[in-house]
């Protein structure tokens, strides 16, 4: 099967119990779906997958949906990526598309970390692509500040910018 960045899966457990995540990557570039998954100890859902996703287990998927995907990665208009916790996936994988594109504007991801976690969970490989693209101005936060309003009033003029936005509700 064959994905865009952005789009997203269900994950059908036996009971038919489902819930919808994003992959961190596109097919493009890699022919494994990757989810990042927040666990809660008492969720319904990310509750039970200790006891059945492990290596090896077969999980059912349905999908690909929606349209939450890069519209013109060759603008010359900047583009705004804003994440919450794990709404940095599909976030991530058009982050990753944006950067191979050719685009002819700056990029900014904004973004805050998972709450009680100290350092950003992805830090290490948002800030590699940051380095790999002068182009790419990158603001992570710990969770819980007043990071949206604080972050926007620091980007240049954003008349006609394209903005992403993802948390994980």
């Keep these: 099967t064959r994905w865009q960045a952005g789009q997203y899966f269900t ?3 036996n009971d038919d119990t489902a819930r919808c995540y994003s992959p ?13 998954i927040r666990y809660r100890q008492h969720g319904g859902f990310s509750g039970r997958l200790p006891d059945i996703a492990y290596p090896g ?14 519209r013109d990665p060759h603008s010359d208009k900047p583009t705004v990526f804003i994440a919450q916790g794990t709404g940095l996936s599909p976030i991530l994988a058009l982050l990753e598309e944006w950067q191979l594109s050719q685009h002819n504007a700056n990029g900014f991801l904004l973004a805050e970390g998972i709450e009680g976690e100290q350092a950003h969970y992805l830090g290490s ?11 790419l101005t990158l603001d992570l936060r710990p969770s819980g500040s007043d990071w949206i309003a604080d972050s926007l ?10 903005v992403y936005i993802c948390g994980d509700g």
Excluded: D, Y
């Design 153 to 162: 009033t620091k980007l240049p003029e954003l008349q006609g910018a394209a």
């Design 24 to 36: 961190v990557a596109s097919s493009r570039h890699s022919e494994l779906l990757e989810f990042h």
């Design 57 to 70: 287990a077969t999980l059912r998927l349905q999908g690909p949906f929606g349209h939450f995907t890069l």
């Design 11 to 13: 994950v059908l457990l």
């Design 125 to 135: 490989r948002l800030a590699t692509l940051g380095q790999q693209n002068e182009a």
